[in-house]
């Protein structure tokens, strides 16, 4: 697990007010990641045939998690909040106070591309830019040690992309000359052409992760354009192999190793429990623990978005309205990568199909019949759908935590296309009833275009941490990785809209509203309110960004930045794309199922009146539907809850009733009983600038869905 969550741009004083720099329900899917990997560690300690020997690594950032690597005398994870460099201080002394012939100290970490500028008075020698972070920490620790006597030695680690940096086809280094082990050149192989398996194990320390400063003048002959990033390297790079999880832990250092003759029953004494820190059990816990500063600022983010989150992190996991239903951790992220990709059966905990073991050895026992074909099979057609667990892998804030990485997605999905392949069919029908012998004609694995997709997906993701690399501090300019002035506006009163889910666009404040809730929103659902807000009501783009920072499950720093970057039509892509978000409400959420969970006060409302309330006009089934619940609802004897029309429960004022207000609007939504300005904000725009044609392509979808052909 990286185990550092990047603090929101506004800590790094980069942007500022009204947008709070916490995160909220990202905080619990931290927690419960350091949870499972407390368990995961402590287990690891009860397996026989640890190798000896101490270390301690942690993650450049705060709150920083510190891994005392244990033994089956006492295996466990230390935790601490702080700033890095001091926690590291405080772990170092604990550990030279019980080891004082202790020479020499190892510091091992996984890099992350932050975005922070250099704190004050840290040293003028590293420019701002990604990455420096990690040097401060880094000179602040061995600097520490030094001064004890001790020899720090340095190990950063880069698991954050599918292509390593030393592997690109690209000459990083101002050397003219392309890095290792890509294939050399730039470009070379076949383009379309799948990696290569790489031949040999790459070594362990590169030239990248050697280089302390990673200045992002090294990354300025990377392609500008996503499309030209991704042929080059996808025809070009090798994906190094993932190394095999640890089978055993070696012994803790000092003050964490039980002692064995503490107890006189014999059985070992365990280390104080405060030696290993406590994992905060709430949002708000966390947040008490951090100070009264991040207090108040979770106070203003819950304001903002009309939410508590200490009462949230309860349930927020369970919500069953929730696209994204799973727990942290490592073990998790392997079941969803494995149902995703070879279905249902593959995980099945009853059929022991799997038990609990990683890799390909995992799939040694007996298949299954499957039950239904793997999601992964539809992914092209369902990814950008608003709604559903499976119409993505939902893999993102797995990645983002580190608790899988995408080169271990990449690695399963190749495994399943050689599957399809030695079965001897493209689409591989056969393959499961091959196996199974039992002839499951419903049984598919995912067809070679299917996989193809889904590892463009982390290439898109490479592209934009690169990217980040590459352009530095731009990321975050208000004109952005081009420097394009744009006359932003400020408006808090319409960023509060946004926020909350009231602009009156259903498909904008159901997405919106689902973000705050759960920290899900749907790739599509992210292009859309990211457009409506840069675009259309042409606010400063970073307000938006800073929220998705607060908010999202998955937030990365460099794919959220450089996605809004793209969106704010700031970023490095000659396409400048403005959605038309009614219109793509109704194409992705086509029954309108996001605007009924998201939205209770339009629930009672026909499909096409939740994508469009302001509505003057009923269809001749809707006028029937209407009629139909004014009966029911007098028959109940509840008429006068729902108010009629412009009726005595009308509380004007109450929600928004800005926007288009003197446009009258929602005569037919009115006949349900819902009123717009009161039950429902007006639109915030026009709603016919909201709305267009469907694109071929979408007729072309639709016209398969209705052959059956699409899997929706
Ligand atoms: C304004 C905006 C902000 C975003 N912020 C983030 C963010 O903070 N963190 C984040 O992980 N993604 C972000 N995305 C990208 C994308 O929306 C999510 O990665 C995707 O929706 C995650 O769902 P999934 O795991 O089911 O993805 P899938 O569709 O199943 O794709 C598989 C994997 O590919 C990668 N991927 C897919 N789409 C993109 C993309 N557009 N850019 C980069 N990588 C991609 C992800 O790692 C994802 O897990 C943002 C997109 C937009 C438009």
Redesign the pocket.
């Known amino acids: 697990m990286a185990g550092s969550t990047p603090p929101a741009r506004s800590a790094s004083g980069s942007f500022n007010e009204p947008i709070s720099a916490v995160r909220s329900l990202g905080v619990w899917f931290l927690l419960e990641g350091l949870l499972e990997l407390r368990r995961q560690i402590q287990e690891l300690g009860q397996r026989p045939g640890a190798p000896q020997g101490a270390a301690a690594g942690a993650a450049a950032g705060a709150p920083a998690a510190a891994i005392a690597r244990a033994g089956p005398e006492g295996a466990g994870l230390v935790v601490r909040c702080g700033q890095t460099e001091q926690v590291f201080a405080q772990l170092l002394t604990q550990v030279l106070e019980a080891h004082p012939e202790l020479r020499h100290v190892s510091l091992h970490y996984h890099m992350e591309p932050l975005l922070e500028p250099e704190p004050a008075g840290a040293g003028a020698a590293a420019a701002a830019g990604p990455g420096d972070r990690e040097a401060v920490v880094q000179r602040a620790v061995t600097a520490w040690a030094a001064k004890r006597g001790v020899n720090c030695s340095v190990h950063p680690y880069w698991d954050k992309t599918l292509f390593h940096p030393d592997d690109l086809p690209y000459p990083l280094y101002g050397t003219g000359k392309a890095a290792a082990g890509g294939g050399g050149g730039s470009g070379g192989g076949k383009s379309g052409q799948r990696p290569a398996k790489p031949q040999k194990q790459q070594p362990e320390r590169s030239q990248f992760t050697q280089a302390a400063n990673r200045d992002v003048q090294r990354y300025r002959t990377l392609p500008a354009v996503m499309t030209d990033f991704r042929r080059t390297t996808q025809s070009a790079c090798l994906v190094r192999p993932c190394l095999p999880p640890p089978a055993a832990l070696p012994p803790p250092p000092g003050p964490w190793r039980r002692n064995p003759a503490a107890t006189a029953d014999g059985l070992p004494a365990t280390a104080s429990e405060s030696l290993w820190g406590e994992i905060p059990s709430s949002v708000t816990a966390l947040y008490e623990a951090a100070g009264p500063e991040a207090v108040a600022a979770l106070a203003r983010l819950q304001e903002l978005v009309g939410l508590d989150y200490g009462q949230l992190y309860a349930a927020g996991a369970d919500d069953p309205r929730s696209a994204f239903p799973f727990r942290a951790g490592s073990g998790e992220a392997l079941r969803r990568l494995r149902y995703y990709v070879w279905g249902k059966a593959e995980y099945d905990p009853e059929a022991g199909v799997l038990a609990g073991q990683d890799g390909p050895e995992a799939r040694q026992g007996p298949l299954l019949p499957l039950s239904s074909p793997p999601s992964l099979q539809y992914?092209t057609n369902t990814?950008a759908q608003a709604v559903g667990v499976d119409n993505?892998?939902?893999?993102?804030p797995f990645?983002?935590l580190g608790c899988i990485t995408?080169r271990r997605?990449y690695q399963e999905v190749e495994a399943v296309r050689e599957a399809a392949k030695a079965a001897g069919a493209s689409t591989a029908a056969g393959y499961a009833a091959a196996v199974t012998g039992a002839g499951v004609a419903s049984a598919q694995l995912p067809a070679p275009a299917e996989c193809d997709w889904?590892a463009m997906?982390?290439c898109?993701?490479d592209f934009?941490t690169y990217t980040v690399l590459k352009e530095g501090m731009a990321t975050l300019d208000e004109r952005g990785i081009v420097g394009q002035p744009v006359n932003w506006r400020r408006d808090e009163e319409v960023l509060l809209r946004w926020c909350a889910g009231r602009t009156g666009l259903p498909f904008v404040d159901a997405n919106m509203r689902e973000l705050a809730a759960t920290g899900w929103m749907?790739?599509r659902g992210?292009?859309n309110v990211?457009s409506l807000l840069a675009k259309d009501l042409q606010q400063d783009w970073r307000w938006?960004?800073e929220l998705?920072?607060c908010l999202?499950l998955?937030?990365?720093v460099a794919?959220?930045y450089c996605?809004?970057n793209y969106?704010a039509g700031v970023g490095n892509d000659p396409r400048n794309r403005r959605f038309k978000t009614v219109t793509q409400g109704m194409q992705y959420d086509e029954d309108a199922v996001l605007a009924a969970t998201w939205l209770p006060e339009l629930a009672c409302l026909p499909p096409r009146l939740r994508h469009a309330p302001w509505s003057n006009e009923l269809l001749p089934a809707e006028k029937e539907a209407a009629v139909a619940m004014a009966v029911a609802t007098t028959r109940a004897g509840t008429a006068g809850t729902r108010a009629a029309p412009g009726g005595a429960n009308a509380s004007a004022g109450s929600i928004e009733s800005g926007g288009l207000a003197t446009v009258q609007m929602g005569a037919a939504a009115a006949a349900f009983g819902v009123v717009l300005g009161r039950d429902y904000p007006m639109p915030i725009v026009d709603p016919a600038e909201q709305t267009g044609t469907l694109p071929a392509e979408e007729k072309a979808r639709k016209a398969a869905k209705a052959r059956g052909k699409v899997k929706l």
């Open positions: 992914f990814r993505s892998t939902k893999l993102s990645c983002a995408p997605i889904l997906h982390l898109i993701r934009w749907s790739n992210r292009q990211a938006g960004a998705f920072e999202l998955d937030s990365d794919v959220n996605n809004w969106f």
